[in-house]
């Protein structure tokens, strides 16, 4: 079964007199539980794909379907109730709250859905993480690469449909890069989510079990 099916997604923006064709035509399906990587260079426009599977941007153009869920069908309300409850993000800068523990920031969007926690699985989550004896503690207490730990756990704990990371490990130093993007195939492996990773670095890309490049807007290689 497919988890992302695009079909001629366009994104396009308009800056003063200009238009800037950020995702220009990409087709593309993408096997629910498997782990893609996105490459290509700066501008080529994978964060704007990203966030159109996310629901954050609305296509110009064509077709987004995720989880069988035509998005330009959504109004606004449920746009966000779809990116609440089927998509879970890591963004390269954590984005946990200052004043929430781990504990707390893990638990987070259950506590914006109301609902309640599979304590089992938060166990399986934050034991898999390595993230036991820092529940208790607040992000500014903890490294870079804990407070990474911590954004993955919180993108799992919904079980999405799918999750979402751009750039994740894109202000650590090589070793902690291997070891946090080695932590989230584990989790995703662990609990076949399917899991798309952008990456700048072509080594971690070859942790993924398929690797898509763009250029320009369009996909210019899309492996098995
Ligand atoms: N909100 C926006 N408004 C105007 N232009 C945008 C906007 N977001 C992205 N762009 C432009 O769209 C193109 C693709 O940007 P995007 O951020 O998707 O690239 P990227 O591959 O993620 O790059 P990077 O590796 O630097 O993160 C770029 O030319 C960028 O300047
Ligand atoms: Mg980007």
Do not use: W
Not at 68 to 90: H, P
Not at 122 to 149: A, V
Not at 163 to 175: H, I, M, Q, R, Y
């Amino acid at each position: 079964m497919d988890i992302v099916t695009l079909k001629n997604a366009k994104k396009y923006f308009s800056t003063g007199n200009q238009q800037i064709q950020a995702v220009d035509g990409v087709d593309l399906t993408i096997e629910k539980g498997r782990f893609t990587a996105i490459v290509g260079a700066s501008g080529s426009g994978k964060t704007t794909l990203l966030n159109l599977i996310g629901g954050l941007y609305r296509p110009t153009e064509g077709t987004v379907i995720v989880d069988g869920i035509d998005l330009s069908a959504l109004n606004e309300d449920q746009l966000t109730v779809f990116r609440r409850r089927k998509v879970g993000f890591v963004f390269q800068e954590y984005n946990l709250i200052p004043d929430l523990t781990v504990r707390e920031n893990i638990l987070f969007p259950l506590a914006l859905d109301n609902s309640r926690p599979d304590m089992i699985f938060f166990e399986r989550i934050t034991t898999l993480l390595g993230l036991e004896k820092y529940l208790d503690s607040f992000p500014h207490m903890l490294s870079g690469g804990t407070q990474q730990c911590t954004a993955i756990a919180r993108a799992l704990i919904a079980k999405p449909a799918i999750v979402l990371a751009d750039e994740p490990t894109g202000s650590f130093d090589v070793k902690t890069s291997q070891n946090v993007a080695g932590l989230l195939k584990l989790t995703a492996e662990t609990f076949r989510q399917s899991l798309i990773m952008i990456t700048h670095d072509l080594e971690l890309a070859q942790l993924a079990d398929r690797m898509i490049r763009l250029e320009d807007g369009r996909v210019v290689f899309a492996g098995k």
